[in-house]
T-cell receptor, first 116, second 113 residues
């Protein structure tokens, strides 16, 4: 069964702490994504990566960074957490369209981060 | 740029009634379109997708959607709602490069007994 695994389902952190959210996929996908989900706003793209060592800013990158040292792993980093970063974070992966489909995303179960 | 509008942040239906969740999109290129479902405390899972070809697309759990280019719509339907359909539903369109997806704000479906 294909899988995207996020390291933590629930985290509680203090303002100013550095936070790491880890994501691993076992589907050999080139593309990986980090989304943020907030009620009424849907999913907003934070960062994405189409290859190892490659990263691109999404729609809301401020306050975040990412790392992709291996194809299967994509990490989201909050350098100094703030209360407005309290949210559900969703990792996803996909293959490029045209190879195995339409580029549909496969999601992890999400990481609910609360910053106090 | 691509965008998605989902009409109605909350939809309530009775068990056994028709489910209709509305989605309109904007895309500068021929779109790939998706519906995802999110059950409580879970990630998103794919319900169905439209790429090319037949405009009526069937998905899992009895859902289907019809791509209407002239109306730029991709509405999701199910003839008879079940209690287990209660969830949040997201419509998405592929971005210009085909790799990224742009999501709508979501519609929470409530099913009344």
């Amino acid at each position: 069964d294909v899988k995207v695994t996020q390291s933590s389902r629930y985290l509680v952190k203090r303002t100013g702490e550095k936070v790491f959210l880890e994501c691993v996929q076992d589907m050999d996908h080139e593309n990986m994504f980090w989304y943020r989900q907030d009620p009424g706003l849907g999913l907003r793209l934070i960062y994405f990566s189409y290859d190892v060592k490659m990263k691109e800013k999404g729609d809301i990158p401020e306050g975040y960074s990412v790392s992709r040292e291996k194809k299967e792993r994509f990490s989201l980093i909050l350098e100094s957490a703030s209360t407005n970063q309290t949210s559900m974070y969703l990792c996803a992966s996909s293959s490029p369209p045209g190879l195995f489909g339409a580029g549909e995303l496969f999601f992890g179960e999400g990481s609910m981060l609360t910053v106090l | 740029a691509q965008s998605v509008t989902q009409l109605g942040s909350h939809v309530s239906v009775s068990e056994g009634a028709l489910v209709l969740l509305r989605c309109n999109y904007s895309s500068s290129v021929p779109p790939y379109l998706f519906w995802y479902v999110q059950y409580p405390n879970q990630g998103l899972q794919l319900l169905l997708k439209y790429t090319t070809g037949a405009t009526l697309v069937k998905g899992i759990n009895g859902f289907e959607a019809e791509f209407k280019k002239s109306e730029t719509s991709f509405h999701l339907t199910k003839p008879s709602a079940h209690m287990s359909d209660a969830a949040e539903y997201f419509c998405a369109v592929s971005a210009g490069d085909g790799n990224k997806l742009v999501f709508g704000a979501g519609t929470i479906l409530r099913v009344k007994s």
